[in-house]
């Protein structure tokens, strides 16, 4: 499960780093975000194919189905699991045709030590902004009144560094540079990009332990994610990832 990220880079900076677009000659006012949670508004990269560029949207983290009441739709869908995409009436026509990108600078996931979360951080090792790839879905009241854009962050099985950290079974997928215009754009349905739903490489992350306040989704500073060494992180640190 994927439940938190952080997002310290302003509107510019994703702007140029995504090449983004925009249609009325404004970009979205984007404030940083140490803690970032379900239930919130963020931005997310969609691509525009009546302009033919990618734009950046606020959208719900919690994906909704089109239309019905969200009260009476209880189940957790911030994640949508990658194997089954295709197969879930849920997912499947969002992962054909609304795929998504959401910027993050880093990940956040826990590793259980007795009653302890203990949360580590993971980022890209030159310290680059990056892009987990999600579905999005806009949903619409009964009386289609009014609506709200919604999205899921689509987890993987994980790689050796996340493993070994948390001993968790899943990690956000993670979607390179060079796949970001193909995972946008619709392409083929016959063809969707399940080959790219794999575990992101080891080699080009890190991860360091940080302190248990951001377990708070209240908490939310730029203190948030500094690495931390205590007896646990150090032994870790020195295994042969």
Known sequence: MSARYQRRFDEQRVTDLFALGNVNGRILELAPDYNAAPETMQPVIVWDD??????????LWRFLPRFGDPTQFTNPTHNA???????NHVWRDSFLTKRCLVPVDS?????TEATRRLPYVFAMKD?????LGGVWSRWWSPTHSHGVDTFAIITVKPNK??????????MPLVVGKRHWQRWLEPGDPDQPPVDLLRPYSSECMTAWRTDEKINDVKNNGPDLGEPIIDDLSSALADADL
Do not use: D, S, Y
């Open 50 to 59: 009546q302009f033919k560029i990618r734009r950046l949207l606020m959208m």
């Open 81 to 87: 699991k990658g194997e089954t995409l295709l197969r």
């Open 107 to 111: 990940f956040i996931e826990w590793r």
């Open 127 to 131: 310290g680059a902004p990056f892009a």
């Open 161 to 170: 560094l996340v493993a070994e950290r948390t001993g968790h079974n899943r």
